[in-house]
């Protein structure tokens, strides 16, 4: 388990990344915790991977998509973040992260993935770079209704992040312009792979109770297709090449 699993595509102009695409923690760490806690939000993005899959898919786009759990190592975070082995979430503990070898789990999972991200963005050179993700509609702890649909997160780059929201809320879908949280703060990987490089990106954060089931994640992909080729025609239109 290198951290990352790729699915090729032969549409260049887009790449898709999926960091908390899985729940799996390897066979020789122990996060001590009871089993039903990895099919909760603090250990996956519910519904994120079906949609990236089925959107790649659909786009005949490449993807990487990660192959741990978020609880094992956040890879949507800095190597130096607080959170990015966390000792708890959402007011559960994570006993088996206290006390663990920081480096040896960055050296193990989370540099491999941000390698194979670069390499892929090296080879590719998309012209555009949309990360999915989910969040929960409400958190365990003193946490307050979500009630928005989808999230576009974005950091300084804004060429994508405002035709995408205005484009959702055109269409009566209720949209959070850098909420439930901001990307200012929670953008690593695309400040790192697509921002740094110059290349434009969004994150996507879609509510998951929206994505549980085959039905929600059908909606939500034809939601995106339609949004990633408006996104295309947009970019081109401000000089941003195809590929």
């Not at 020789?28 to 899959?53: C, Y």
């Not at 953008?187 to 790192?192: D, F, P």
Request: some cysteine.
């Amino acid at each position: 388990m290198s951290g990352a699993d790729l699915l090729p595509g032969a549409d260049g102009a887009v790449l898709l990344l999926c960091d908390h695409a899985s729940n799996a923690v390897p066979g020789d760490i122990d996060l001590r915790i009871d089993p039903a806690l990895l099919d909760l939000h603090i250990a996956i993005d519910i519904g994120a991977a079906a949609v990236t899959r089925a959107l790649a898919a659909k786009l005949d786009a490449p993807a990487v998509l990660a192959t741990v759990s978020r609880l094992v190592i956040d890879l949507h975070r800095e190597p130096d973040h607080g959170g990015l082995i966390p000792a708890t979430s959402d007011g559960h503990r994570i006993p088996g992260n206290e006390g663990v070898d920081r480096a040896a789990r960055i050296a193990r999972f989370h540099a491999p993935y941000h390698r194979r991200l670069r390499d892929q963005i090296r080879r590719q050179r998309p012209a555009l770079i949309l990360s999915i993700h989910s969040f929960t509609p409400q958190l365990e702890q003193g946490g307050t209704p979500r009630p928005w649909q989808v999230g576009i997160l974005y950091n300084r780059d804004t060429r994508a992040a405002r035709p995408a929201v205005e484009w959702f809320r055109a269409r009566g879908i209720v949209t959070g312009d850098n909420e439930p949280y901001s990307g200012r703060l929670l953008n690593a990987t695309l400040n790192r792979h697509a921002e740094a490089q110059g290349i434009p990106s969004i994150a996507i954060e879609i509510r998951n109770d929206l994505i549980r089931d085959p039905a929600g994640v059908a909606i939500w992909v034809d939601h995106l297709h339609a949004l990633t080729l408006f996104l295309r025609n947009t970019l081109a239109q401000k000089g941003v090449p195809a590929t």
